[in-house]
Nanobody
Framework: QVQLVESGGGLVQAGGSLRLSCAASGRTFNNYAMGWFRQAPGKERNFVAA????????YYASSVKGRFTISREVAKNTVYLQMNTLRPEDTAVYYCALATRSYWESDYTRYYDYWGQGTQVTVSS
Protein backbone atom coordinates (compact mmCIF):
# COMPACT_ATOMS: atom_id res chain seq x y z
CA GLN A 1 0.00 0.00 0.00
CA VAL A 2 0.94 3.61 -0.54
CA GLN A 3 0.07 6.56 1.64
CA LEU A 4 -0.01 10.12 0.32
CA VAL A 5 0.04 13.10 2.66
CA GLU A 6 -0.55 16.61 1.34
CA SER A 7 0.43 19.83 3.07
CA GLY A 8 0.78 23.52 2.32
CA GLY A 9 -2.80 24.61 1.74
CA GLY A 10 -4.26 27.73 3.30
CA LEU A 11 -5.82 31.13 2.75
CA VAL A 12 -4.18 33.61 0.42
CA GLN A 13 -5.19 36.81 -1.32
CA ALA A 14 -5.64 36.95 -5.04
CA GLY A 15 -2.29 37.36 -6.76
CA GLY A 16 -0.49 35.51 -4.00
CA SER A 17 1.36 32.20 -3.98
CA LEU A 18 1.22 28.87 -2.20
CA ARG A 19 3.31 25.73 -2.42
CA LEU A 20 1.70 22.36 -1.91
CA SER A 21 3.65 19.24 -1.02
CA CYS A 22 2.69 15.60 -1.24
CA ALA A 23 4.85 12.94 0.38
CA ALA A 24 4.42 9.31 -0.61
CA SER A 25 5.30 6.46 1.74
CA GLY A 26 4.90 2.71 1.72
CA ARG A 27 5.33 0.65 -1.45
CA THR A 28 6.48 3.51 -3.64
CA PHE A 29 8.84 1.65 -5.96
CA ASN A 30 6.13 1.34 -8.60
CA ASN A 31 5.63 5.08 -9.02
CA TYR A 32 4.89 5.88 -12.66
CA ALA A 33 3.50 9.38 -12.31
CA MET A 34 2.02 11.72 -9.75
CA GLY A 35 -0.60 14.35 -10.24
CA TRP A 36 -2.64 17.08 -8.63
CA PHE A 37 -6.38 17.43 -8.97
CA ARG A 38 -8.78 19.90 -7.39
CA GLN A 39 -12.41 19.87 -6.44
CA ALA A 40 -14.58 22.87 -5.66
CA PRO A 41 -17.85 22.46 -3.73
CA GLY A 42 -20.52 20.88 -5.89
CA LYS A 43 -18.16 20.32 -8.80
CA GLU A 44 -16.22 17.45 -10.30
CA ARG A 45 -12.64 16.66 -9.40
CA ASN A 46 -10.54 18.20 -12.16
CA PHE A 47 -7.01 17.72 -13.36
CA VAL A 48 -4.45 20.39 -12.50
CA ALA A 49 -0.97 19.06 -13.22
CA ALA A 50 1.03 15.84 -13.42
CA UNK A 51 4.61 14.67 -13.68
CA UNK A 52 6.17 11.43 -14.80
CA UNK A 53 8.36 9.97 -12.09
CA UNK A 54 11.08 8.92 -14.52
CA UNK A 55 12.26 11.76 -16.69
CA UNK A 56 10.06 14.40 -15.11
CA UNK A 57 7.87 15.25 -18.08
CA UNK A 58 5.11 17.60 -16.96
CA TYR A 59 1.49 18.12 -17.95
CA TYR A 60 -0.82 21.03 -17.09
CA ALA A 61 -4.43 22.00 -17.38
CA SER A 62 -4.84 25.03 -19.60
CA SER A 63 -6.33 27.02 -16.72
CA VAL A 64 -3.11 26.85 -14.70
CA LYS A 65 -0.42 26.74 -17.38
CA GLY A 66 2.08 29.53 -16.83
CA ARG A 67 0.97 30.05 -13.21
CA PHE A 68 1.51 26.64 -11.59
CA THR A 69 4.62 24.47 -11.63
CA ILE A 70 4.76 20.81 -10.68
CA SER A 71 8.05 19.23 -9.64
CA ARG A 72 9.28 16.15 -7.83
CA GLU A 73 12.06 15.15 -5.49
CA VAL A 74 12.69 11.51 -6.19
CA ALA A 75 14.88 10.82 -3.15
CA LYS A 76 12.09 12.04 -0.88
CA ASN A 77 9.19 10.52 -2.87
CA THR A 78 7.65 13.97 -2.82
CA VAL A 79 5.84 16.03 -5.43
CA TYR A 80 5.29 19.77 -5.21
CA LEU A 81 2.86 22.22 -6.75
CA GLN A 82 4.03 25.81 -6.80
CA MET A 83 1.02 28.03 -7.37
CA ASN A 84 1.58 31.65 -8.34
CA THR A 85 -0.76 34.48 -9.33
CA LEU A 86 -3.60 32.72 -7.58
CA ARG A 87 -7.18 33.62 -8.47
CA PRO A 88 -10.43 33.19 -6.54
CA GLU A 89 -11.44 30.50 -9.04
CA ASP A 90 -8.46 28.42 -7.88
CA THR A 91 -10.25 27.90 -4.56
CA ALA A 92 -10.77 24.17 -4.03
CA VAL A 93 -9.61 21.13 -2.15
CA TYR A 94 -6.41 19.97 -3.81
CA TYR A 95 -5.64 16.25 -3.98
CA CYS A 96 -2.44 14.54 -4.96
CA ALA A 97 -2.55 11.17 -6.64
CA LEU A 98 -0.15 8.45 -7.66
CA ALA A 99 -0.27 6.26 -10.74
CA THR A 100 1.51 2.92 -10.90
CA ARG A 101 0.60 1.73 -14.39
CA SER A 102 2.39 2.68 -17.58
CA TYR A 103 -0.97 2.76 -19.35
CA TRP A 104 -1.69 6.21 -18.02
CA GLU A 105 -3.28 9.43 -19.12
CA SER A 106 -2.60 12.43 -16.98
CA ASP A 107 -6.01 14.10 -17.03
CA TYR A 108 -8.28 11.34 -15.78
CA THR A 109 -8.82 10.22 -12.22
CA ARG A 110 -9.31 6.58 -13.25
CA TYR A 111 -5.63 6.26 -14.17
CA TYR A 112 -4.49 7.00 -10.62
CA ASP A 113 -4.31 4.29 -8.00
CA TYR A 114 -3.76 6.15 -4.73
CA TRP A 115 -5.07 9.46 -3.41
CA GLY A 116 -4.24 11.79 -0.58
CA GLN A 117 -6.77 13.20 1.84
CA GLY A 118 -6.78 16.66 0.27
CA THR A 119 -5.73 20.11 1.40
CA GLN A 120 -7.88 23.23 1.22
CA VAL A 121 -6.74 26.21 -0.82
CA THR A 122 -8.80 29.38 -0.48
CA VAL A 123 -8.07 32.48 -2.54
CA SER A 124 -9.81 35.65 -1.45
CA SER A 125 -10.59 38.49 -3.83
Amino acid sequence: QVQLVESGGGLVQAGGSLRLSCAASGRTFNNYAMGWFRQAPGKERNFVAAIRWSGGRTYYASSVKGRFTISREVAKNTVYLQMNTLRPEDTAVYYCALATRSYWESDYTRYYDYWGQGTQVTVSS
